[in-house]
C-alpha cells in the first residue's frame, strides 16, 4: 500500500518517495498519485502513460483528475492549446456529478457524468476551440449557463487532498483560467478562477487559485494586486506543509513583489527564489526548477549566464522524459526557452 507514501511526495513533505511507489501499480488512486509525483520530477512520459489509461477509468472523478493532470503537465511545457482541451474534458465529466460521500471511487453517484452527458460534453467541445470557446466555456462554466447552474451546490467534498467531485470541478475550473489566461482571454480567466473559488475551498485549490489570481493580475499589469494572492498560496502551502506547493508559490510571490515594486521588493525575491530554487534542487523537482533559475536570471543578472545554463541543463533531461506530445508542444512555446538555442 503506497497510498500514504504517495501522498506525502504529491501534497506533503517529502516530495522523494522510494521509486517503488511510482512504479505505476496498485489502485487508481495510487496510480494517479505517481503520476502527479512523475509529473513534479519532469517525468512526462512515464506519467502520460498512467495518465491516458486513468482518463478512461470508470470512476469519473478520477477520470476527471488524470485529464487536469495531464493538462498540467501540457501547460508546464507551454502547451496551453492542448491543455485547454484536457480541462474541458476533465470539466464535463464532473461537471453534474453529485456523489453521496463528495469522493470518487465508492462514493453513491446520484447523477453520474462523462463526456457523454449533452451538458458536459458540450463544455468540452467549446472547450476544445471547436466553437465558440473562450467567453462561451467561462459563461458555461461559471454559473451563467446549464454546465454552471448544476456545480453550483453545497461543498460536500471529504477528501483532505481534493481529490474528490468538487475537487476534480475545482483542479478543471482553475485549469481552463490558467489556460484561457495564456490565450489572452482574461474576462473568461476571471471568471472561471472565481467561479472555482466557490467550488472547493480545501487548501489545495486555494493554494492554486492563488497562483492564476495573481497572474491574472500581473497579466492586467497590477502588479501589487498580484501580491495578496501570492501570499495566501504562499501561508496555505506553508501551513499545509505541502514542500512542493511551497516552492511554487515562492516562485509566485517574487514576481509578484518584483512587479509591485515595492521598496524592499529586490532582497525579499532574491531570498524567496534563491530558497525555491534550493528545495527543488534537493527535491529533484525538475517541473519546478528551471522556472526558479529563470526568475532568478532576472533577478541576478550579474549571475544570469550561470542561471540560463543550469535552465538549459534542466530543460534537456526533462524534454528527454518527455512524450512526443511534451517534446512537440515544448518546442513550439513561445515561453519554454529552447536548450542550447
Not at 40 to 52: I, S
Not at 238 to 259: T, Y
Request: aromatic content about 4%.
Amino acid at each position: 500500500m503506497h497510498e500514504p507514501a504517495l501522498r506525502a511526495a504529491a501534497f506533503g513533505d517529502d516530495p522523494r518517495p522510494d521509486p517503488a511507489a511510482v512504479r505505476g501499480g496498485g489502485s487508481p488512486r495510487e496510480r494517479l498519485l505517481a503520476a502527479i509525483v512523475l509529473g513534479a520530477q519532469g517525468r512526462y512520459a512515464a506519467a502520460a502513460t498512467l495518465l491516458g489509461r486513468l482518463r478512461q477509468d470508470r470512476d469519473p472523478v478520477t477520470a476527471s483528475l488524470a485529464a487536469s493532470t495531464l493538462a498540467s503537465h501540457r501547460r508546464q511545457l507551454g502547451g496551453h492549446w492542448q491543455a485547454r482541451g484536457l480541462d474541458g474534458e476533465a470539466f464535463s465529466k464532473v461537471a453534474h456529478l453529485a456523489i453521496g460521500d463528495g469522493s470518487g471511487g465508492g462514493g453513491e453517484v446520484a447523477h453520474p457524468a462523462s463526456g457523454h452527458h449533452p451538458a458536459g460534453g458540450e463544455v468540452a467541445r467549446l472547450a476544445t476551440g471547436d466553437g465558440p470557446a473562450g467567453e462561451e466555456v467561462a459563461r458555461l462554466a461559471t454559473g451563467h449557463g446549464p454546465a454552471g447552474a448544476e456545480a453550483a451546490r453545497p461543498f460536500t467534498g471529504q477528501d483532505p487532498d481534493g481529490l474528490d467531485a468538487p475537487g476534480a470541478r475545482a483542479d478543471a475550473l482553475l485549469g481552463l483560467a490558467a489556460d484561457n489566461l495564456a490565450l489572452g482571454r482574461l474576462p473568461a480567466a476571471r471568471r472561471l478562477a472565481q467561479r472555482a473559488s466557490a467550488e472547493d475551498p480545501r487548501w489545495r485549490a486555494t493554494v492554486r487559485g492563488g497562483w492564476v489570481g495573481a497572474e491574472i493580475a500581473l497579466a492586467a499589469g497590477q502588479g501589487a494586486e498580484a501580491v495578496p494572492h501570492a501570499e495566501r498560496a504562499l501561508e496555505t502551502a506553508l501551513a499545509r506543509g505541502a514542500r512542493r506547493h511551497v516552492v511554487k508559490s515562492r516562485i509566485v510571490l517574487a514576481v509578484a513583489l518584483r512587479a509591485a515594486g515595492a521598496p524592499d521588493h529586490r532582497q525579499i525575491s532574491d531570498d524567496l527564489v534563491g530558497n525555491a530554487m534550493a528545495t527543488a534542487e534537493e527535491c529533484e523537482l525538475l517541473s519546478l526548477s528551471w522556472p526558479a533559475a529563470l526568475v532568478a536570471a532576472d533577478l541576478r543578472p550579474g549571475h544570469a549566464e550561470e542561471y540560463r545554463f543550469r535552465v538549459a541543463q534542466v530543460l534537456h533531461a526533462v524534454l528527454r522524459s518527455a512524450d512526443p506530445c511534451g517534446r512537440r508542444v515544448a518546442g513550439e512555446s513561445p515561453w519554454v526557452p529552447v536548450p542550447g538555442g
